[in-house]
């Protein structure tokens, strides 16, 4: 079925789903056969060997699996995509498959603490060059680029501080010297965003998050051109780094009500923005959703919504957080984010866990600052909830 014509909402419950419902049902089936057996053994060896469709062997491709590539696929606009078993599954398997001893990567200082731990400690053990930039500096990203770069990675907007890059002007930097552009679309979703529409090759998703939307499924997902989601695929295969049917249900399951999600995720992470800008214990607000937002101008440019994520800092030390969190009832302090409940805390704790005080500092994040992921709570219970905190510190 040709999606194209559709809205996001019709593509998030329809697409993918059609082909494989079976026997009447109305929910795809989750397939836990670890092989496909044939009885012709050249249909066998073609579908082995690429050279026609489906299925062998469950590390490599499975039906449930694939409905949920299908469908983020389609929303995405990609020609392809493959998943893994976690969202740093995407982000590690792609670059490595990518990269290679001389090879170069840019790419910005505020990135997941996970992926800046491949930056500083994992890549550079492969003779891989690395390079990161201060993130908003789009003249030294593109000086650097233009020095000779094999990918380009970015995130927009930027694990835990929200801040935004402009995605379609890197990207034609990239272009012109046949860098491959690798955009994490995570906190934007394809509700919010699409990179490569904006000029991207490649997209990756941690599906955890706002794609599986409940905190009970892991994932991560790939999306772009053929040939680089190809590439990225046979690399994954024999790593080893699949997705499973189970978790690949739960995520397609949750992303059926994607856009109901996001539009009152969004909503609502705007209007607690603007409520804690004026709050006289809170010292700064990062969301790109606020006009007051460096990136707002980008933002507004490149995306359809400003997400439900916020990050904001009290005034004061660390004291102040440790008081703050665990006064909170209507959020769980826990290390993730993209929920239909609230989710709360500290880098120290959460994006940037497996970095020293040192180095957060040296990223620009304040051991003052919360990253607080917006919920489909009432806003004004939220509201009323972050006052009720605050007045305690």
Not at 132 to 138: A, R
Request: charged fraction near 20%; include cysteine; aromatic fraction near 8%.
């Amino acid at each position: 079925m040709d999606f194209s014509k559709y809205k996001k909402s019709t593509t998030s419950v329809w697409a993918g789903e059609t082909d494989h419902l079976a026997n009447g049902a109305i929910t795809t089936p989750i397939v836990k056969s670890v092989a496909f057996a044939y009885t012709d053994l050249d249909e066998w060896h073609n579908v082995a060997t690429g050279k026609a469709d489906g299925y062998i062997y469950s590390r490599n491709t499975n039906p449930t699996v694939h409905v949920l590539e299908e469908k983020i696929r389609i929303l995405e606009g990609a020609e392809a995509a493959t998943s893994f078993a976690t969202g740093m599954g995407a982000i590690s398997n792609t670059l490595f498959a990518l990269l290679g001893p001389g090879k170069r990567v840019v790419s910005i200082k505020d990135t997941y603490g996970g992926a800046s731990r491949l930056f500083l400690d994992f890549l550079p053990r492969y003779q891989i060059n690395v390079t990161l930039c201060e993130t908003v500096d789009f003249d030294e990203l593109e000086a650097e680029i233009a020095k000779g770069c094999d990918v380009l990675y970015l995130e927009t907007p930027t694990n835990p501080t929200l801040k935004v890059v402009d995605i379609t002007r890197l990207a034609a930097a990239a272009k012109k010297v046949g860098a491959i552009t690798v955009v994490d679309n995570t906190f934007a979703t394809p509700i919010n965003q699409n990179p490569l529409a904006l000029g991207a090759d490649l997209v990756v998703h941690s599906a955890t998050k706002f794609l599986g939307g409940h905190s009970d499924a892991m994932g991560g997902v790939l999306c772009g051109t053929k040939e680089l989601v190809d590439k990225v695929f046979q690399f994954r295969e024999i790593n080893g780094a699949s997705l499973q049917a189970d978790p690949a249900y739960m995520i397609a399951r949750g992303m059926k009500t994607l856009e109901l999600r996001i539009e009152r995720q969004n909503a609502s992470a705007l209007k607690i923005a603007q409520h804690l800008k004026a709050h006289p214990k809170v010292s700064d607000v990062f969301y790109p959703g606020l006009e007051t937002h460096p990136g707002h101008a980008i933002a507004k440019a490149q995306m359809s919504g400003f997400g439900g994520i916020l990050s904001f800092s009290l005034h004061g030390s660390y004291d102040n957080v440790k008081k703050f969190l665990p006064k909170l009832q209507f959020v769980h302090l826990a290390a993730s984010l993209g929920s239909v409940s609230t989710l709360a805390g500290p880098p120290r704790t959460t994006s940037h866990v497996e970095l020293t005080e040192e180095q957060r500092k040296q990223l620009g994040i304040p051991e003052s600052l919360i990253r607080y992921s917006v919920g489909i709570e009432n806003v004004d219970d939220l509201i009323d909830d972050l006052d009720n905190a605050l007045s305690s510190i």
